[in-house]
């Protein structure tokens, strides 16, 4: 009589064989693999671990362990049978795929020539035979009918293949990123129905001009709403497929060209100033240099000096030119590389400057909420969105320090070295930074601006920082008889909620000697800067300019947490890729 032996502790179900140096786990598992005309002719042996010996089951364990045995054949059964459907199922799909490679699809040369249109131009051609090429965005199979979504780069279309259109072999194997041309009527869906446009496209003929793979390569594998950021930064060629991301870069178009309209609105005209360039703007510790024929150079912090050599010639001017800043700053609000929109305008008086600001900010909100496309697309991407109220709040530095104190909002304390002081905290026992009150002559940093702003709930623009906080070109305040505290410059942060500083501005140092020792207190050569000095030589005038981060304000305008989303290719440290 065959024996077979149990160790409940050591012994394996799968791959055991019931031998005494493989035994199976469970006495049910036992039962299970032997055959039911041998399992009375069997004995079985079965032991709680290698601490006891070997004995028969008590009767008990055999009666539950035959009835769990039966469970499992149960189970066995059901995988034999789903095993031969899908066998049946892929033998089925196998055939009808060999039989789609004898259908032949061919253009019916009695129908209409079509009109070949890009989908934002069909609603004038429903009722017309058309062609169209685009990307194939969603499929869904519902029976004898095949719905694609298809995405052009200018909208969306539903269209619908039946007949011999969805028996070919590119049918049965279309992905989504498929490209394809796809030519039939177009018409108006049926009053009750929805779909992009208000119309849909019944093929007659169509073809794939590129296919995308399937199985591990297919699109929705590589990329998903569960992926991680960083796989997302690789394959942002990809996301930008993506409804999300091309709404946002779609009103990003919409918002520059809202921008310069409400600039020639205003008279300023656009220059392009250059990217490379010999003189700092911010100051030197975020410049990105590079060897430029055997001479220093470095890409541009900002176009500010170039503009202003542009006034006496050509007016108020402005430009959309990229700006880097070489900060190791990994925070939502912060790229190496933004687009920077800039002006500068002659003859103006501080109170003209934050005027003119915010009369070109809302205006250009007010031309993309009149444009009903792009309206739509910031309903979408910030459901809430409420244009600002005018005027803007004005806020002095002095009082923006009074009012964070007032409101308990503190900043980490700092010792001689600018190093945050820290001490350690009893209940967790870490380190943590001592937070102290602000006073008149600090820095506020972003994060104690954006709680302010988001409490206050509007934009507000803060002004009158102290000279040794704000860039040398700036122009001071002029001080009362008998004021104390630091000497303050005629300069603008403006802040909006959610995001913080979008504009930085001022007034700019007309005065050609105080310039001069400007750049000496800076410890600036003033050499490299002789064209911008003799700006002041030749007719100096009261000027003064702003720069907006066209990232931040996107951000602001459709609510995306970071400014990451609002660039094609965003580059911040470590980040330079695709």
């Known amino acids: 009589m065959p024996t077979i032996y149990i160790d409940q502790a050591s012994g394996i179900d799968t791959p055991g064989n019931g031998s005494s140096d493989q035994p199976y786990q469970s006495l049910a598992y036992a039962f299970f693999s032997t055959p039911s005309t041998e399992v009375e002719k069997t004995q079985y042996q079965i032991r709680k671990d290698a601490t006891v010996e070997y004995g028969e089951p008590t009767q008990s364990a055999t009666k539950k362990a035959k009835k769990d045995a039966q469970g499992l054949d149960k189970k066995r059964q059901k995988a034999e049978e789903k095993e031969a459907k899908d066998r049946e199922t892929r033998e089925k799909a196998e055939r009808r795929l060999q039989e789609s490679k004898k259908v032949v699809l061919t253009e019916d040369p009695s129908l209409p020539q079509p009109v070949k249109a890009k989908i934002v131009k069909l609603e004038s051609l429903r009722g017309q035979r058309?062609?169209?090429?685009?990307?194939?965005?969603?499929?869904?199979?519902?029976?004898?009918?095949?719905?694609?979504?298809?995405?052009?780069?200018?909208?969306?279309?539903?269209?619908?293949?039946?007949?011999?259109?969805i028996k070919t072999y590119d049918a049965l194997t279309l992905q989504l990123e498929a490209s394809v041309e796809l030519t039939g009527t177009l018409k108006a869906v049926p009053e009750g129905?929805?779909?992009?446009?208000?119309?849909?496209?019944?093929?007659?003929?169509?073809?794939?001009?590129?296919?995308?793979?399937?199985?591990?390569?297919?699109?929705?594998?590589?990329?998903?709403?569960?992926?991680?950021?960083?796989?997302l930064a690789d394959l942002r060629h990809l996301v930008l497929r993506g409804e999300m991301a091309s709404s946002v870069l779609r009103l990003r178009?919409?918002?520059?060209?809202?921008?310069?309209?409400?600039?020639?609105?205003?008279?300023?005209?656009?220059?392009?100033?250059?990217?490379?360039?010999?003189?700092?703007?911010?100051?030197?510790?975020?410049?990105?240099?590079?060897?430029?024929?055997?001479?220093?150079?470095?890409?541009?912090?900002?176009?500010?000096?170039?503009?202003?050599?542009?006034l006496p010639s050509l007016g108020d001017v402005f430009c959309?030119?990229?700006?880097?800043?070489?900060?190791?700053?990994?925070?939502?609000?912060?790229?190496?590389?933004?687009?920077?929109?800039?002006?500068?305008?002659?003859?103006?008086?501080?109170?003209?400057?934050?005027?003119?600001?915010?009369?070109?900010?809302?205006?250009?909100?007010?031309?993309?909420?009149?444009?009903?496309?792009?309206?739509?697309?910031?309903?979408?991407?910030?459901p809430n969105f409420t244009p600002p109220s005018r005027p803007f709040m004005r806020m002095s530095y002095s009082s923006a320090i009074a009012w964070l104190n007032e409101h308990k909002i503190q900043r980490p304390a700092e010792d001689a070295d600018g190093n945050v002081v820290t001490k350690k905290d009893e209940a967790t026992g870490k380190d943590e930074p001592v937070m102290v009150d602000h006073e008149v002559g600090d820095d506020i940093a972003e994060a104690a601006e954006r709680q302010m702003t988001d409490i206050i709930g509007a934009p507000i623009f803060l002004y009158g920082f102290p000279a040794e906080l704000k860039a040398f070109y700036m122009q001071k305040m002029p001080r009362k008889e008998g004021e104390q505290g630091p000497v303050c410059t005629e300069s603008c942060d403006l802040l909006m909620p959610g995001v913080g500083e979008i504009v930085g501005g001022s007034m700019r140092i007309a005065d050609m000697e105080e310039l001069l020792a400007a750049y000496k207190r800076e410890g600036i050569d003033p050499a490299p800067y002789y064209w911008f000095t003799d700006q002041r030589k030749y007719g100096t005038c009261q000027h003064g300019g702003y720069g907006l981060g066209v990232e931040r304000f996107l951000a602001w305008l459709a609510n995306r947490y970071t400014v990451r989303e609002c660039s094609l290719y965003p580059r911040w440290p470590g980040r330079a890729t695709p």
């Open 130 to 165: 058309v062609r169209v090429s685009g990307w194939v965005h969603r499929r869904r199979d519902q029976q004898e009918i095949m719905f694609i979504v298809l995405r052009d780069g200018t909208g969306y279309l539903q269209v619908v293949l039946t007949g011999n259109t």
């Open 193 to 231: 129905q929805r779909a992009p446009g208000g119309h849909e496209l019944v093929v007659d003929y169509w073809r794939v001009l590129g296919p995308a793979p399937g199985a591990e390569e297919a699109f929705t594998n590589r990329l998903n709403e569960q992926s991680d950021p960083s796989i």
């Open 253 to 310: 178009a919409a918002l520059l060209s809202a921008f310069r309209a409400s600039y020639t609105d205003h008279d300023l005209l656009e220059v392009t100033p250059p990217c490379l360039v010999q003189t700092q703007v911010e100051g030197g510790a975020t410049l990105f240099k590079f060897d430029y024929y055997g001479q220093p150079a470095f890409l541009t912090q900002s176009s500010q000096l170039y503009l202003e050599t542009c």
């Open 320 to 382: 959309v030119q990229e700006s880097f800043r070489a900060e190791n700053s990994h925070t939502r609000r912060h790229l190496s590389e933004y687009t920077h929109l800039e002006a500068e305008l002659a003859f103006i008086t501080f109170d003209d400057l934050m005027t003119h600001i915010e009369a070109i900010i809302c205006e250009t909100v007010d031309k993309l909420l009149a444009n009903p496309a792009t309206a739509a697309l910031i309903k979408t991407l910030n």
